[in-house]
């Protein structure tokens, strides 16, 4: 494993907030700690205007860059991450914001750390929910780090198990070979969007998921390439989302990089963008 997930990309980069980074703690575990105070989940507790939040604040859940979100976390509390926070001080935002900021926290550190796309097991019984974690590599190999909870219970934060949380890679190939019913694979349960469950979008965590492997760590509502809000694959597409499985196998970075030169997944420099609860995605320019 080479220096590839130590350095920050463009996304995890703190920019101008790097020194106000320095006081972070330099623990993977404090790390974690840290992480989780610095979001607000924009749905799972209910309305963000019933814990205190201006509704105007929910547009912080567009923010995807981790300079801008701690400089605004900055301007709300001045405190370096580390310590509580209250959750008016925190930004409102999802699982992959925890993520990002824990990474870009690690990464900081010269801890080799990456984000990972895919499905949580452990979040409603009996359904395997969109998630984001991450990984961190603790010298002889990679561990599932969950920095959106605090005591989920059963499981080591830590060190989550693979078969608690399936990457986008290992959900696809366990929906394909019948190990897993794609029906169990959804946002939400009561989200009725063809879209939003099964193999369309296993298939989208799936191209997030080698995105994030080539740090281009995407909002889990973005869509690029052949990703779209179709209800269905066509045996073109089911054939093509098995051949980048095999390409990611190993997770070897320089076969990463290959698999991501593709023009159907690679990122462009304008995507397109399905921020909740918009109906049509928009443009987005890439910085």
């Keep these: 494993m080479d220096d590839f997930y130590v350095s920050q990309s463009r996304f995890s980069d703190p920019g101008a907030q790097a020194s106000w980074l320095d006081a972070t703690p330099r623990d993977v575990a404090a790390l974690r700690d840290a992480a989780f105070q610095l979001v607000f989940h924009y749905w799972a507790h209910g309305d963000i205007t019933q814990h205190g939040f201006p509704a105007s604040r929910r547009e912080e859940i567009t923010l995807r860059y ?20 209250p959750p008016l001080h925190r930004i409102v935002g999802c699982c992959r914001d925890y993520t990002l900021l824990f990474v870009s926290m690690a990464r900081h550190h010269g801890i080799p750390a990456r984000v ?3 499905f949580a097991g452990y979040l409603m019984r009996g359904w395997f929910i969109d998630h984001v974690v991450a990984e961190v590599h603790d010298g002889s190999g990679w561990r599932l780090v969950e920095p959106g909870f605090d005591e989920p219970g059963g499981f080591d934060l830590l060190d989550v198990p693979r078969d608690h949380f399936l990457t986008g890679a290992d959900a696809w190939t366990a929906a394909r070979a019948g190990d897993l019913d794609p029906a169990r694979l959804v946002v939400s349960p009561d989200l009725d969007a063809p879209f939003l469950r099964g193999l369309p979008y296993a298939r989208h965590n799936l191209v997030l998921d080698l995105a994030a492997l080539n740090k281009h760590e995407m909002l889990q509502w973005d869509l690029w390439g052949e990703l ?3 209800a269905a694959l066509d045996p073109a597409a089911l054939a093509r989302a098995d051949e980048l499985v095999e390409l990611m196998a190993g997770a070897d970075v320089d076969q990463l990089r290959v698999a991501f030169e593709a023009d159907d997944v690679r990122v462009p420099p304008v995507i397109r963008s399905l921020t909740p609860p918009a109906q049509l995605p928009v443009e987005v320019v890439l910085r």
């Design 66 to 85: 981790a300079s801008d979100m701690f400089a605004r976390l900055r301007e709300l509390d001045p405190a370096p991450p580390g310590g509580p926070r």
């Design 228 to 230: 779209d809000t179709a």
């Design 116 to 118: 990972r796309v895919g």
